[in-house]
């Protein structure tokens, strides 16, 4: 389980996917995401797993399976 | 008498040929006639001219454009009637007056949209459509699944799987599995939408992604497998991600063994290694292109990438993307999509894998090795952008023909070398077709031997070698002048082994032409000149074919005569012609 903070991002590749770009400038791939999380520049905290097992059509990073999420404030 | 009937036969061969040459003019359509009026009969007596014609046809004739005013140029619509009465009546004033062809360029398909697919043109597939759409040839695409929308109707399925819900129908419920089948196998020339690479070949929906997007490397191990067992030859999978997996390496391998060419994309994270499947050892990875032939900005690079085909970029609009035919997953609604990403550029691959498949070369092995060979190279790739360089539909095609003697290869032979046209096939009667013919062919198939096992450059010099060679020009041997004599067309008529008798008229061979001789010393001279030494391997080689079938067919020889002995001797030198080629051949291989 790990904790990533940072911007949702909706990326265009093939039919789209939902990223989620660490502060530290890390992209991941939200599977199993939450439609309140599906927000365009949302900061986030997200709890999760990286699947491994996962393949997508997305390609973008790496497979982040979504456990739990809190907004931050925009401060 | 017979001097008078080869003579009408040729005629009649001559007129044949001519009204049926195919050059540009009977290619093209016209509506309209371009008149250009001489330039020394002044504005006013132009101007008069053409109100008359304005007046006696009832048309209105047209300066072409603002700048053929001062070249007296007009266009008047109308036909080959009109254009037969402008010529009779006009000829005088004007310095010519012809049809205004319009032009099209050949093997454009019909479909509306295809301008707007610059990626068909940027790998060359219209060329490739002269020798194979992809007919016969099985593409499973391992993807969203696959929805037969109005733009697929005429393109082939054959069963497929869903291995997300468990079940026989695989129809798509993302959109991404539709839009890269019709990269691969669009329905083209069909009037309608866009156009795909191997429009004939079959695709095979095997859904493993779900409507969101993603699926398990346990159900993409099970789909490459079915693949392999129900005959598809080509596998995409436009897909990555997640780590090494001994379940999907084994099934890559199960399938690579049964004769299937599988192909990823690299990955969209601009990172370099590309992502799994593509970086599999025994899988072809693909990195994506914009639309100016640079990588485009997402494209994973570096290990695993090993060839590049466009993927679009949409970031400054929906042009730079990769237009297919697709359903909106939300209202099922059919639509084109302009999409960009490793995915799009796969397919691209995967539908030339087809065409490579479907053009005689099965084994992967081989496969992969056409399309290294033939992509386009890349100069200064520090950094592995391209792999083996841009994909190239037609060179990989036309280098995948190479080892087949084909129908379609021998007539292009055929045609370039002047044996299609029609006077030949007139006059061919009259100078013993068939042995003539054997020469041709054997020359054909000799030449073909060697290109195939020892790869050398076809030139207009070594073609030419083998028709002198072998045959001569020997449709001019039935063509007599009046009052002339006809030994000059008989000479020009024989291939080199007769010209030893050709002056004299005799069918015995003279066996200082007909030998070795000439074509050892011609080697012997040319060896070191680029140009002139595929004339003398050619002539060598058309020697071999000509003798081998005199051998069989007329073995007379001044001073040795008929028989064994001749029959011997021209072997003899028909096998020393074919070494010497075969040395000489063996030897540029190197240069």
């Known amino acids: ?75 | 008498m017979k001097k008078l009937f080869l003579s009408v036969l040729f005629v009649v061969g001559l007129m044949f040929a001519l009204t049926t040459f195919k050059g540009l003019a009977t290619q093209g359509t016209y509506q309209s006639i371009v008149m250009d009026f001489r330039e020394d009969l002044g504005a006013a007596q132009i101007q008069q001219q053409v109100q008359t014609i304005a007046k006696q046809f009832n048309v209105t004739p047209k300066p072409n454009s603002e700048f053929s005013q001062a070249d007296n140029i007009y266009i008047v619509e109308g036909d080959k009637k009109l254009l037969s009465q402008l010529r009779k009546s006009e000829s005088k004033y004007t310095e010519f007056i012809e049809p205004n062809y319009v032009y099209k360029a050949l093997g454009t398909p019909n479909d509306p949209e295809y301008s707007k697919q610059w990626n068909l043109r940027s790998i060359n597939v219209e060329p490739a459509w002269e020798d194979t759409k992809g007919s016969g040839t099985t593409v499973a695409v391992i993807d969203t699944g696959v929805t037969q929308v109005t733009d697929l109707k005429e393109t082939k399925f054959v069963p497929g799987y869903d291995f997300v819900n468990d079940k026989v129908d695989a129809s798509d419920d993302n959109g991404h599995g539709t839009h890269v089948a019709g990269t691969i196998a669009q329905s083209t020339n069909n009037d309608y939408g866009v156009a795909g690479v191997a429009y004939e070949a079959n695709i095979m929906p095997l859904k493993v992604l779900s409507a969101e997007g993603g699926g398990t490397v346990a159900d993409i191990a099970e789909a490459i497998r079915f693949a392999a067992d129900n005959g598809a030859d080509v596998i995409n999978m436009s897909l990555g991600g997640g780590g090494e997996s001994q379940a999907m390496q084994e099934a890559i391998d199960y399938a690579y063994h049964k004769g299937v060419v599988i192909i990823a994309a690299a990955g969209n994270s601009n990172e370099d290694s590309a992502s799994y499947p593509a970086r599999y050892p025994r899988v072809i990875g693909v990195s994506a292109l914009d639309s100016s032939g640079e990588k485009a900005f997402y494209s994973s690079y570096g290990a695993g990438v090993d060839i590049s085909a466009p993927g679009g970029s949409t970031k400054e609009g929906e042009a730079g993307g990769i237009l297919q035919q697709t359903i909106n997953p939300e209202t099922n609604a059919e639509y084109f999509g302009a999409f960009q990403g490793t995915s799009m550029a796969a397919p691209h691959v995967a539908g030339v894998a087809a065409l490579i498949k479907a053009s005689g070369v099965k084994d992967p092995e081989a496969v992969t090795e056409v399309l290294q060979k033939s992509a386009r190279v890349i100069k200064d790739d520090a950094l592995n952008y391209y792999g083996a360089g841009h994909l190239d539909a037609n060179a990989a095609v036309k280098l995948a023909g190479k080892g087949n003697i084909s129908i379609r290869d021998f007539f292009r032979w055929l045609r370039d070398n002047g044996y299609l046209n029609p006077r030949f096939w007139f006059d061919g009667g009259a100078v013993a077709l068939i042995p003539k013919l054997l020469m041709v062919i054997g020359s054909y198939l000799l030449a073909w031997f060697l290109r195939v096992y020892w790869p050398f450059t076809w030139s207009w010099a070594f073609s030419g070698g083998l028709v002198a060679g072998s045959s001569g020009l020997f449709f001019l041997r039935g063509f007599y002048l009046f009052d002339l004599p006809q030994w000059p067309l008989r000479l020009l008529g024989s291939s080199l082994p007769e010209l030893g008798s050709a002056v004299q008229g005799t069918a015995v061979l003279n066996p200082i032409f007909a030998s070795v001789l000439i074509p050892f010393a011609l080697l012997a001279l040319f060896i070191g000149h680029p140009q002139l030494k595929g004339l003398a391997i050619g002539t060598t080689i058309g020697v071999a074919a000509c003798l081998a079938v005199s051998a069989f067919t007329s073995p007379q020889l001044l001073w040795i005569g008929g028989g064994s002995a001749a029959q011997a001797f021209l072997l003899v030198n028909a096998g020393l012609c074919l070494g010497l080629a075969y040395l000489n051949v063996k030897g540029e291989k190197y240069a």
């Open chain 1, 1 to 75: 389980m790990i904790t990533v903070e940072g911007t949702v991002e909706h990326k265009a590749m093939g039919t789209g996917a939902w990223a989620l770009v660490s502060d530290e400038g890390k992209t991941y791939e939200l599977h199993k995401a939450p439609q309140d999380l599906k927000k365009s520049g949302l900061k986030v905290k997200v709890e999760g797993k990286v699947r491994d097992d996962v393949v997508t059509l997305a390609m973008i990073g790496p497979v982040l399976e979504v456990q739990s999420f809190n907004v931050l404030d925009d401060k």
